[in-house]
């Protein structure tokens, strides 16, 4: 049997970072940019980036139509930051013409911390990981307003929900793949089974 | 990620922000993308229409200032306003070369990142502005491995490869980009003793020199800029190891920007699909006339200490 391979989809932003983590953890990692690429991965991981720049290459690459209907078909993904608003149900302060996948029943504001200058760090205590705190990392990042019935909530800063999971769909606020802790990547492919 | 210099805020939760992890963290989102040289709002929705990372809002792209002449300085902020006005990506601008009080008022407009640009008219001939008083991020042009390491001292968030803006001439953007990944490949193979010869050339701090030893690479992400004007020239760029783009002049030139804007984007996140760079290259009209480097009086590269 051959090991399954995590897609990490490369249309732009820190897709590099998740790649690296991924070998670190010593699965097999692979860049997604385009269908043959898709149809080679068991699962995809969605990076931080401008999620208005990587919707424009969903359409531009036809990447749109084949990851909805892997996603509607149980394909399990992680989504960081951008990553995080693809997935969602919904987005607020989004461009009129931006379309979610919604596999993860949040409604979440783009840039909702505010711009550059108001991003920031913070210590996240998350359960399922063990009890050393996890440095987070928020660039311009969405802020989930509301969360639907079927959602896990596993860390919050705040009270602002950060880190989200609803059957294999996981969405991070934040940025965990900026640090040197690879435990949310860990949790991720544990997942996978 | 080697060190937590200028930490501002701190409550519960250790939360701070202005971290240098927060500041390069930008840095990284921007990856693989394209930011464009916009003067009006409606040029700033054209970008991000075509799906540009970034907008650098400014008065006059590198061209107009090489033909104008006289001082280019920061943008008026009401210009400025107005671009991040109908935006939702993030909005850099320009401060001239050591003018820390223009960067510290594109820091209370809020802009994104400011850039500490050539371009511009310097404001100091020996020093570079002191970054790490900064919690918005800089970035800063380098024509050398030397340049680049002394901007990330001054605290650099991002560097971009200088090439000559404003020209429509890739000629200068792929001297640097060698130059700067050359001696990186170099300093990775060096012998430990080496390295403080190194540090000497360079005329750069040792231990950053010792840590691109280490790690094989530039401690911020490496961007590219001045003269690209085509999907080729941004996808040639990312071939030598850029891992961004910053085009100028080369959009708004042309006869047709908006076109040309989107198929720069899809050249630069599929710069190695030669089939693909074809399609996108196609019947984008005329682009940017551009300038020889024998016909060019100024070097706006041979600005910065």
């Keep these: 049997m051959v090991a399954p391979i995590v897609g990490v989809l490369a249309l732009q932003g820190a897709f590099a970072k998740h790649v690296e983590a991924i070998d670190r953890l010593g699965h097999r990692a692979s860049e997604v940019r385009n269908a043959e690429q898709l149809a080679q991965v068991d699962s995809l991981i969605i990076p931080g980036g401008e999620s208005t720049t990587i919707s424009k290459l969903l359409d531009s690459s036809g990447l749109r139509p084949l990851l909805a209907e892997r996603l509607s078909a149980g394909m399990p993904a992680f989504g960081t930051c951008a990553g995080m608003i693809l997935l969602a149900t919904e987005v607020l302060d989004g461009r009129d013409d931006q379309e979610s996948f919604g596999v993860i029943d949040l409604a979440v504001r783009r840039n909702g911390y505010g711009r550059q200058i108001n991003s920031f760090e913070a ?3 998350v359960d399922d990981i063990g009890q050393q705190p996890l440095r987070a990392v928020f660039i311009r990042a969405p802020r989930v307003e509301a969360v639907g019935d079927g959602v896990e909530v596993l860390a919050s ?26 435990r949310l990547h860990q949790l991720f492919l544990a997942g996978l089974g | 990620m080697s060190s937590e210099n200028n930490t501002s805020s701190s409550s519960n939760n250790n939360h701070e922000s202005g971290t240098v992890r927060v ?20 040029q700033a929705k054209i970008a991000e229409d075509a799906g540009a990372v970034a907008v650098m809002a400014l008065e006059r792209v590198p061209a107009d200032i090489r033909v104008d002449g006289g001082v280019a300085r920061m943008s008026d902020p009401e210009m400025i306003e107005g671009i991040k006005a109908v935006t939702t990506i993030p909005v850099m601008a320009k401060a001239r070369i050591g003018h820390f009080v223009e960067g510290q008022i594109l820091q209370a407009l809020g802009v994104d990142y400011v850039d500490e ?7 100091d ?3 570079h502005i002191d970054k790490f008083a900064f919690d918005v991020p800089f970035v800063c042009g380098a024509t050398n491995l030397g340049e680049a390491l002394r901007r990330i001292a001054e605290g650099a968030c991002m560097i971009r490869s200088k090439g000559e803006a404003g020209t429509g001439n890739v000629v200068e953007a792929v001297r640097h980009l060698r130059s700067i990944l050359g001696d990186v490949r170099k300093i990775t193979q060096a012998d430990e003793a080496e390295l403080f010869e190194w540090a000497k050339q360079l005329q750069a701090p040792l231990p950053l020199v010792q840590e691109i030893h280490d790690t094989g690479k530039l401690q911020v992400p490496l961007f590219c800029a001045g003269g690209l004007a085509t999907p080729a020239d941004a996808a040639l760029a990312m071939q030598l190891g850029a891992e961004s783009v910053f085009v100028g002049s080369g959009i708004f030139k042309s006869d047709d920007p908006a076109p040309r804007a989107k198929a720069i984007v899809e050249a630069t996140t599929n710069f190695n699909d030669a089939d693909l760079l074809a399609k996108v290259s196609r019947g984008l009209g005329a682009p940017m006339t551009g300038i020889g480097m024998d016909e060019d009086n100024v070097k706006f590269a041979d600005r910065g200490w």
Excluded at chain 1, 159 to 174: A, E, H, K, N, T
Excluded at chain 2, 23 to 42: F, H, N, Q, W
């Design chain 1, 123 to 125: 210590n996240l205590v």
């Design chain 2, 125 to 127: 001939e020996t020093h």
């Design chain 1, 157 to 182: 800063v705040e009270d602002v929900p950060v880190l989200c999971r609803q059957g294999q769909i996981l969405v991070s606020s934040f940025h965990p793949e900026l640090i040197d802790d690879d």
């Design chain 2, 117 to 123: 640009s050539e371009v511009l008219t310097p404001a």
């Design chain 2, 23 to 42: 500041k390069r963290g930008l840095a990284e989102m921007l990856k693989g993308g394209v930011i464009m040289d916009v003067v009006t709002p409606e």
